[in-house]
């Protein structure tokens, strides 16, 4: 494969007015939000039409608008590739469903699986499961703990997440000669691995800084688990500095909780790079001033390194001959600055 940046960028839907916070929708059509790689065949002659492979893939319900456009990028990659049939199975609202679905779809025996679990712990055995199966698995964004679950783990950088997150607030308060501030958190679901990893990476930064988490609420990544958490927050602190939110989605009812507070005295970064976190981050007309990125491109790279992996070919900008075992995605700060360049990236 070549570069994997080389992308065709289709994307649909309105942008979410400050107005319309909690009544945005957080879901996409298929043909919506997708990141293709199509790299002709002279550019790279891994694009060439090769062996037929058939990939089969499972996220969770696309009920956040994260998850959907995993979604929709795993079908639009797939969609790209002549040799390549995408066998995808509804997983369902929890780990048991996205189990039982995955029983069935390793039963049908693919040829590579790509598999975005509810949880990488509870799912572990799953992935197991398929390599024991002689079908390789490609773990997707929520890691499986054990490296025999896995013939490659592709992920954002969660902990990167927070360290990008803590910068950006550091640098901000130390520019404004800020000494002692007081700096809020709003977590997704506390639980996951992911979660924790962001904020470790958070804590971490702004260590480096002198500076520590005031309070700190978990959400839930939804809008309304966003609201809920930020209100409590902000009861919590009558007076803050800077805030991080790990996730735009549930960032829509963030926003709603402090609109309907008239709290302006801080200023916030959210976490994924949401098309409608990116143009409020434009618009410059909210607290909302940064966010970073944790971008569902992945899963178009996903599949792409999928279907390499059922030819047994490797990167073509790589001298290894096979793709390799863990690629881990850079997370990018995107500001008023340099918004208009990560726009085509928001989902």
Not at 32 to 58: L, M, R, Y
Request: net charge neutral; proline share 4%.
């Amino acid at each position: 494969m070549s570069n994997l940046s080389r992308r065709r960028i289709l994307f649909g839907g309105a942008a979410v007015g400050a107005g319309a916070l909690l009544t945005a929708c957080t879901s996409n059509s298929p043909q919506e939000n997708t990141q293709v790689n199509t790299d002709n065949e002279e550019a790279n002659p891994n694009a060439a039409p090769g062996q037929k492979v058939v990939i089969g893939f499972s996220a969770p319900a696309a009920d956040h608008g994260w998850i959907a456009a995993i979604t929709n990028n795993a079908k639009a990659q797939a969609a790209a590739y002549s040799d390549v049939e995408l066998r995808a199975v509804e997983a369902g609202a929890d780990a048991a469903t996205q189990r039982a679905a995955l029983a069935t779809l390793v039963a049908q025996k693919p040829n590579v699986l790509v598999l975005l679990p509810h949880d990488g712990k509870e799912l572990n055995a799953a992935g197991l499961e398929a390599m024991r199966a002689g079908i390789p698995v490609v773990n997707l964004d929520r890691a499986f703990p054990d490296r025999a679950a896995y013939r490659l783990q592709i992920k954002g950088d969660n902990f990167g997440m927070g360290i990008a997150a803590g910068t950006y607030i550091g640098e901000q308060l130390k520019a404004k000669g800020v000494a002692n501030p007081i700096i809020g958190e709003i977590p997704g679901i506390d639980s996951l691995e992911l979660t924790q990893e962001r904020s470790a990476g958070f804590v971490e930064a702004l260590k480096s800084y002198g500076f520590k988490v005031a309070n700190r609420r978990p959400a839930d990544f939804t809008a309304d688990g966003g609201q809920r958490s930020a209100t409590d927050l902000l009861q919590a602190l009558p007076k803050m500095d800077a805030l991080w939110n790990h996730d735009d989605d549930q960032g829509i009812g963030v926003l709603a909780a402090i609109n309907q507070a008239g709290r302006k005295e801080f200023f916030m970064v959210g976490g994924a790079g949401s098309k409608a976190a990116i143009d409020a981050i434009t618009a410059d007309n909210s607290v909302l001033k940064a966010t970073v990125t944790y971008s569902p491109s992945m899963a178009s790279s996903a599949i792409s390194l999928a279907r390499l992996i059922g030819q047994n070919k490797g990167m073509s900008d790589l001298v290894e001959l096979q793709v390799p075992k863990e690629i881990t995605l850079a997370s990018e700060t995107i500001t008023k600055e340099n918004a208009a360049k990560y726009a085509k990236l928001g989902f």
